[in-house]
Every structure is written in structure tokens, then in C-alpha cells.
């Protein structure tokens, strides 16, 4: 990849870190929770389904600092844009639709044909965790 496009990628990268970390701080700010927010039993209902609406969204923004940290250590390590499993260069078009990619499209469709017959396709995908074990 040519070092134009990792420099721009770096930079996308970099600027929806800041922008997570910018909306966190605010996420946290919100959840304190007041105690004139708890009079009554609807109060309470909707003020937990709020903390449970920002608490989903907090931990899906964090799995994605996550990602993206992962892809600025590849742009430093020189294999962004290379596919994790033929090692192949991934479509521009894919990166940049997903720009945290770890797979070009021919393995991602495999991953996903293979994660239908197995376990791992019936569990949570951010557990982080492979399974592969065929169900009989």
C-alpha cells in the first residue's frame, strides 16, 4: 500500500479515536445518576434503560478503540491492508467501507460459511474468543 493512502488511513483512524474518547467523556458525565431522578417507580424504569442504552454503547465504542488501535499498530508494523489469512492485499473498495478490515473478501465470506456450521457462529462476536468445534 502506498504510504499516501496508510497516512490517510492513520489520520481516519486517529480522528474517530479522538471523536470516541471525546463522546466517552460525555457518556460518563451522564451517568450520574441524581437523586430526583429516582422518585418514582417509572422514573427508575426509564432511567435504567438509559444507563443500559449508554452502557451498550460505551462498551460497543470501546471494542472499537480497540479495533482501531489495532489497525494503527498494523500501518506501524507495514501490514495494514494485508488479509490476516492469505495474506493478500485487501480491496480499497473494503477498506475503505471497513477501515479496521483484517480480512479481503474472498476469506471474510469463507470466515462466515464456516462460522454458520460451527459454534462460533452462534456466540456473541465480540467475545474476542474462536471456537471451531463442529456441531455433530
Do not use: W
Not at 36 to 50: G, M, P, S, V
Request: aromatic share 6%; proline share 1%.
Amino acid at each position: 500500500m502506498k504510504k499516501k493512502e496508510l497516512t490517510r488511513f492513520k489520520k481516519i483512524f486517529e480522528e474517530q479515536k479522538q471523536t470516541i474518547l471525546y463522546n466517552d467523556r460525555i457518556l460518563r458525565d451522564d451517568f450520574n445518576v441524581s437523586g430526583d431522578d429516582r422518585l418514582d417507580e417509572l422514573d427508575q424504569a426509564t432511567t435504567d434503560i438509559e444507563q443500559s442504552m449508554r452502557m451498550r454503547l460505551r462498551n460497543r465504542e470501546m471494542l472499537y478503540i480497540k479495533k482501531i488501535d489495532e489497525a494503527l499498530r498494523r500501518i506501524e508494523g507495514k501490514t495494514f491492508g494485508l488479509c490476516d489469512m492469505c495474506e493478500e492485499q485487501i480491496e480499497m473498495k473494503r477498506l475503505e467501507a471497513r477501515p479496521t478490515a483484517t480480512l479481503c473478501l474472498v476469506c471474510k465470506e469463507e470466515q462466515e460459511k464456516t462460522e454458520v456450521l460451527t459454534a462460533a457462529g452462534r456466540k456473541h462476536k465480540s467475545l474476542g474468543e474462536t471456537f471451531s468445534r463442529k456441531f455433530a
